[in-house]
Each structure stands twice: as C-alpha cells, then as structure tokens.
C-alpha cells in the first residue's frame, strides 16, 4: 500500500489532534503548491466502507488549502449532524479522502452534467445543496440533481440554478 497522499496525512493528523488537545492544528509551515493556494474542500470519512462524516466548503473560506482542510477535518470529524462525533478510538480503522474543488461554473441545463466527472450544486434562493462527483451508487445525473436538492430541502417541481465543478480527490 502506498503512503497516503499529503492533503489526507494532514486530515488525519488534524482530527487527531483536536481529539487529544481541544483545539485546532497549527498549518504546518512548509506547504506544497496545492495545499498553498484558495480552494473549497470537503473532507470524508468512512469506517468499514460507510460514511462517518463528510463536511466541506464549495468556496474557500481560509488563507490555504491546508487550513480549509485542517477547519474541515475536524467538522466532519466531530460536527456532521448526520453522526455521533468520532472518537480517538476510531482512528486508526477510518478512510480519509480529500476533494479540492475547482470553481463552480453555472450551466444551463442537466445535459452538460456527469456524476461521474462534475460535482453539482443546486440553488434555489438562499437554498442550496452541493453533491460531490464520482460517488457509489450515485449512477445517474437525475440521481445527482435529486439528492442535492433533498439535501437543500428543494421540491422536485421548483425552478433551480445549477453550476457544476470538478474535483481533485486524495485517498
């Protein structure tokens, strides 16, 4: 197995340490290209191949990269509403992945949409619900679009605005 990739190390080692300490992980001071520039991230984790807590930012909302993955870490970590907070027990058996997203372009219409190759974000006023590419079981683009407005709390019938973005995912 190769080592994992520095975006997920540092996913890792963020939620550990706010486990064992109460408080955030400093950004380490030497940084890659990628991990030093503005982007959204979401960061997931998985326990035995199910979902433990995935949260994200479609824009950034840090100085870097790495301090978005660091914030994200430890809200998936410990604030997915979805879950109970994982427990340092729990670390050495969970699955990191790291999605860096690009900017999010609108589109006119589904068509132009791959779940396999675009993530989707649905809006509807101030309601808006994102879904990540490339994601099991996710098979279809209505099944994309479906969820991401359930998960906005979207009706089927409302007009919505789309804009679709893609990803560079660490394992």
């Given at each position: 197995?190769?080592?994992?990739?520095?975006?997920?190390?540092?996913?890792?080692?963020?939620?550990?340490?706010?486990?064992?300490?109460?408080?955030?992980?400093?950004?380490?001071?030497?940084?890659?290209?990628?991990?030093?520039?503005?982007?959204?991230?979401?960061?997931?984790?998985?326990?035995?191949?199910?979902?433990r807590g995935c949260i994200g930012t479609f824009a950034p909302t840090q100085p870097?990269?790495?301090?978005?993955?660091?914030?994200?870490?430890?809200?998936?970590?410990?604030?997915?509403?979805?879950?109970?907070?994982?427990?340092?027990?729990?670390?050495?058996?969970?699955?990191?992945?790291?999605?860096?997203?690009?900017?999010?372009?609108?589109?006119?219409?589904?068509?132009?949409?791959?779940?396999?190759?675009?993530?989707?974000?649905?809006?509807?006023?101030?309601?808006?619900?994102?879904?990540?590419?490339?994601?099991?079981?996710?098979?279809?683009?209505?099944?994309?679009?479906?969820?991401?407005?359930?998960?906005a709390g979207i009706r089927p019938e409302e007009e919505i605005e789309l804009y679709?973005?893609?990803?560079?995912?660490?394992?």
């Amino acid at each position: 197995m190769h080592s994992p990739s520095a975006p997920v190390r540092l996913a890792r080692e963020s939620l550990a340490y706010y486990l064992e300490h109460g408080r955030l992980l400093d950004k380490p001071a030497e940084l890659s290209a990628e991990l030093c520039r503005r982007a959204g991230v979401f960061v997931s984790f998985k326990k035995a191949g199910q979902l433990r807590g995935c949260i994200g930012t479609f824009a950034p909302t840090q100085p870097t990269v790495a301090e978005e993955i660091i914030q994200n870490a430890v809200s998936a970590g410990t604030e997915d509403p979805r879950f109970n907070p994982i427990s340092p027990g729990e670390l050495a058996d969970l699955e990191v992945s790291v999605d860096v997203l690009e900017a999010p372009e609108p589109i006119e219409s589904m068509d132009v949409l791959d779940p396999k190759t675009y993530g989707v974000i649905v809006r509807k006023g101030r309601r808006s619900g994102l879904l990540l590419p490339d994601l099991e079981g996710v098979d279809t683009v209505a099944e994309q679009v479906s969820i991401a407005m359930q998960k906005a709390g979207i009706r089927p019938e409302e007009e919505i605005e789309l804009y679709r973005f893609t990803v560079t995912r660490y394992i």
